[in-house]
């Protein structure tokens, strides 16, 4: 199959090894891509932002199947274009897609179909946001309502900062996802990502994965896209992934079918493990970033056919497999990030950081410049690595990361510490 990849960060990097490897892939093209995506795809100058502009390089390319990586273009309707053009698309058409695109929509529909999740409220103005979290008080999640690259979310542990969170909303600082608030009572346990595909009916456990959102060690600091991940998460067991299929992920897809919206693409589920039970925090429609890296370094079966099953409505037919091993990643970002950064340093020691067994490093803001490799984003590697327990990942890939020459970026020196607090 000839194959479009659209994204340019590490989850797509990510995917992108893992369909070049699969004997179902004749041609990868990816857009826009970076330097570590052209190692795996045949990178094209495409304005993802276009449809018709895609629709034509599909065309042209005879793609057989264009995959999305970031929640932008599924949210602006990317597979509604595809698919009315005959094109075959992994993820979730715009109607599907708004379970990112609006906290406010996911919430309502937890309302509808009994998910437990935290109580809350909506907003489309500033006093009566204000008026909200000073009846409930601190500590509270302030959210603006629509994407903002992970960043639109405050954990306010006082009302100073939670009335601040609301009023930047508003001020425009997430630009028009923060037209509309959610204000979100705040709940306590251990947070865990969840995967799954969904075909529209059958919804198909992946694997489950821990993030770290703060932005500096000891989960201090503001939140980020993340900084780093690990899978499996210990927190997830069997008999809590089977309660969240049935109590969250199944009713989730069955009131998107009954509402004539089926879901089709990955659910990612984030969850808080509370002492009553999981609880939804948020969906995401795509795989997660980092997640997704930790994900495919585990996955065992080929992912091109378990993606066709997702839109093709065959994933009762798919059981895949995982590696037992425990897979980690570090994100590397430029210095300032999550505020402002340069772009344009030069990164070395990649090479070195790859030899070493069981490490791969996922380009995500990066470009390649006359055989030389440049940052270019806030969060620009992830080193990733296998191990048998969390604490021998952790040790592989801070070896790893020893090995790049990047003075321009830094990273969090404790991913994973959760697990490894449990003796993992």
Same mark, same amino acid.
Request: glycine share 12%.
């Given at each position: 199959?000839?194959?479009?990849?659209?994204?340019?960060?590490?989850?797509?990097?990510?995917?992108?090894?893992?369909?070049?490897?699969?004997?179902?892939?004749?041609?990868?093209?990816?857009?826009?891509?970076?330097?570590?995506?052209?190692?795996?795809?045949?990178?094209?100058?495409?304005?993802?932002?276009?449809?018709?502009?895609?629709?034509?390089?599909?065309?042209?390319?005879?793609?057989?199947?264009?995959?999305?990586?970031?929640?932008?273009?599924?949210?602006? #309707?990317?597979?509604?274009?595809?698919? $009315?053009? /005959? !094109?075959? &698309?992994?993820?979730?058409?715009?109607? =599907?897609?708004? @379970? +990112?695109?609006?906290?406010?929509?996911?919430?309502?529909?937890?309302?509808?179909?009994?998910?437990?999740?935290?109580?809350?409220?909506?907003?489309?103005?500033?006093?009566?946001?204000?008026?909200?979290?000073?009846?409930? #008080?601190?500590?509270?999640?302030?959210? $603006?309502? /629509? !994407?903002? &690259?992970?960043?639109?979310?405050?954990? =306010?542990?006082? @009302? +100073?900062?939670?009335?601040?969170?609301?009023?930047?909303?508003?001020?425009?600082?997430?630009?028009?996802?923060?037209?509309?608030?959610?204000?979100?009572?705040?709940?306590?346990?251990?947070?865990?990502?969840?995967?799954?595909?969904?075909?529209?009916?059958?919804?198909?456990?992946?694997?489950? &994965?821990?993030?770290?959102?703060?932005?500096?060690?000891?989960?201090?600091?503001?939140?980020?896209?993340?900084?780093?991940?690990?899978?499996?998460?210990?927190?997830?067991?069997?008999?809590?992934?089977?309660?969240?299929?049935?109590?969250?992920?199944?009713?989730?897809?069955?009131?998107?079918?009954?509402?004539?919206?089926?879901?089709?693409?990955?659910?990612? &589920?984030?969850?808080?493990?509370?002492?009553?039970?999981?609880?939804?925090?948020?969906?995401?429609?795509?795989?997660?970033?980092?997640?997704?890296?930790?994900?495919?370094?585990?996955?065992?079966?080929?992912?091109?056919?378990?993606?066709?099953?997702?839109?093709?409505?065959?994933?009762?037919?798919?059981?895949?497999?995982?590696?037992?091993?425990?897979?980690?990643?570090?994100?590397?970002?430029?210095?300032?990030?999550?505020?402002?950064?340069?772009?344009?340093?030069?990164?070395?020691?990649?090479?070195?950081?790859?030899?070493?067994?069981?490490?791969?490093?996922?380009?995500?803001?990066?470009?390649?410049e006359d055989g030389?490799?440049l940052a270019n984003?806030g969060r620009v590697?992830?080193?990733?690595?296998?191990?048998?327990?969390?604490?021998?990942?952790?040790?592989?890939?801070?070896?790893?990361?020893?090995?790049?020459?990047?003075?321009?970026?830094?990273?969090?020196?404790?991913?994973?510490?959760?697990?490894?607090?449990?003796?993992?």
């Amino acid at each position: 199959m000839n194959i479009f990849l659209i994204g340019s960060g590490g989850r797509e990097h990510a995917l992108a090894c893992a369909i070049a490897a699969s004997p179902l892939t004749t041609r990868l093209y990816a857009a826009p891509g970076n330097a570590g995506i052209a190692e795996e795809a045949e990178t094209v100058q495409v304005d993802v932002r276009d449809a018709s502009a895609v629709i034509a390089f599909c065309t042209e390319k005879a793609i057989d199947l264009v995959v999305v990586g970031p929640e932008g273009p599924l949210v602006a #309707g990317i597979v509604d274009h595809l698919t $009315a053009a /005959g !094109i075959r &698309a992994f993820g979730p058409d715009q109607a =599907a897609a708004r @379970l +990112e695109g609006s906290k406010g929509f996911t919430k309502d529909l937890c309302t509808e179909a009994g998910i437990p999740t935290a109580a809350y409220g909506r907003f489309t103005d500033t006093d009566a946001a204000l008026a909200y979290v000073r009846q409930v #008080g601190a500590p509270i999640v302030v959210k $603006a309502d /629509g !994407i903002a &690259a992970g960043k639109g979310v405050v954990v =306010a542990m006082s @009302l +100073e900062e939670a009335e601040e969170a609301v009023r930047a909303c508003f001020d425009g600082s997430f630009g028009a996802a923060g037209a509309e608030v959610v204000v979100e009572e705040f709940m306590t346990g251990e947070e865990a990502s969840f995967f799954v595909l969904s075909d529209g009916r059958t919804g198909l456990a992946l694997a489950t &994965a821990q993030d770290h959102k703060r932005v500096f060690d000891g989960d201090k600091g503001p939140n980020t896209g993340g900084m780093g991940a690990y899978s499996p998460a210990p927190v997830m067991d069997e008999a809590m992934i089977a309660r969240t299929m049935a109590e969250i992920i199944q009713p989730t897809i069955d009131t998107m079918a009954r509402r004539g919206t089926p879901f089709k693409g990955v659910l990612f &589920a984030g969850l808080m493990i509370t002492d009553a039970g999981p609880k939804l925090i948020e969906y995401n429609t795509r795989f997660g970033d980092p997640e997704c890296q930790v994900l495919m370094m585990r996955l065992v079966d080929d992912i091109v056919p378990l993606l066709l099953a997702t839109i093709d409505g065959t994933l009762d037919q798919m059981t895949p497999r995982w590696r037992d091993e425990v897979a980690l990643t570090v994100v590397l970002a430029a210095n300032g990030y999550p505020g402002d950064y340069a772009r344009g340093s030069e990164i070395r020691g990649i090479a070195s950081a790859n030899a070493l067994e069981g490490v791969k490093v996922f380009h995500a803001g990066t470009r390649g410049e006359d055989g030389r490799t440049l940052a270019n984003g806030g969060r620009v590697l992830n080193v990733t690595a296998l191990g048998s327990t969390v604490a021998e990942a952790q040790a592989r890939a801070y070896e790893a990361v020893n090995r790049i020459d990047w003075p321009e970026g830094f990273c969090r020196r404790d991913i994973g510490w959760q697990a490894i607090a449990r003796g993992r």
